[in-house]
T-cell receptor, first 118, second 109 residues
Framework: DAGVIQSPRHEVTEMGQEVTLRCKPI?????LFWYRQTMMRGLELLIY????????DSGMPEDRFSAKMPNASFSTLKIQPSEPRDSAVYFC????????????????FGPGTRLLVL | SQQGEEDPQALSIQEGENATMNCSYK?????LQWYRQNSGRGLVHLIL?????REKHSGRLRVTLDTSKKSSSLLITASRAADTASYFC?????????FGAGTRLTVKP
């Protein structure tokens, strides 16, 4: 398997623009997670899905952020409008189980999308 | 929700030496995992230790868990330059999961 695939790998945009990040989880995995990583705040869980259904979005910073998972092999994280403070590395991860990682299933991370909002 | 606190924040050692990183937490956990992150990459799972386990080994890695002290340690023996990375502990309990801030390990050749 190719592992978790994310695109784009790098994104530079201007404040106010819409940004869409994409993730393809490992085939057969039932849970998908979106994380944001910054030097100041470390690794933050934004949202996770079980069987394509959003389970916990309490980590989503504000209404400018939205995430969808239309099918088992694709998810998007959208920021509209983007702001400079959204600059970070965004990771997608997937696991085989449906407990959202709460049973400690190994999470498989993608390479991340490095976002810079000017 | 609770987050593990890694200690130290940064560690620099010579190749061949052992590296020890610690993770402390405040409330009970079901299990704890250690992950490694190379610069510019995603996190990679290293080892999982359950709350009823005290020690686990995987190659040059040794993880201990002391639930009475609410702490875990990751020991890397005979370190190599390729071990240079950030190491994170992830805490799992019934309701939540969180990653710590990480320890940045530098192994000098």
């Amino acid at each position: 398997d190719a592992g978790v695939i994310q695109s784009p790998r790098h994104e530079v945009t201007e404040m106010g623009q819409e940004v869409t990040l994409r993730c393809k989880p490992i085939s057969g995995h039932n849970s998908l997670f979106w994380y944001r990583q910054t030097m100041m705040r470390g690794l933050e869980l934004l949202i996770y899905f079980n069987n394509n259904v959003p389970i916990d979005d309490s980590g989503m910073p504000e209404d400018r952020f939205s995430a969808k998972m239309p099918n088992a092999s694709f998810s998007t994280l959208k920021i509209q409008p983007s702001e400079p403070r959204d600059s970070a590395v965004y990771f997608c991860a997937s696991t085989e189980g449906t407990s959202g990682g709460r049973r400690g299933e190994t999470q498989y991370f993608g390479p991340g999308t490095r976002l810079l909002v000017l | 929700s609770q987050q593990g606190e890694e200690d130290p924040q940064a560690l620099s050692i010579q190749e061949g030496e052992n590296a020890t990183m610690n993770c402390s937490y405040k409330t009970s956990i079901n299990n704890l995992q250690w992950y490694r992150q190379n610069s510019g990459r995603g996190l990679v799972h290293l080892i999982l230790i359950r709350s009823n386990e005290r020690e686990k080994h995987s190659g040059r890695l040794r993880v201990t868990l002391d639930t009475s002290k609410k702490s875990s340690s990751l020991l890397i023996t005979a370190s190599r330059a390729a071990d240079t990375a950030s190491y994170f502990c992830a805490l799992y309990n019934n309701n939540d999961m969180r990653f710590g801030a990480g320890t940045r390990l530098t192994v000098k050749p």
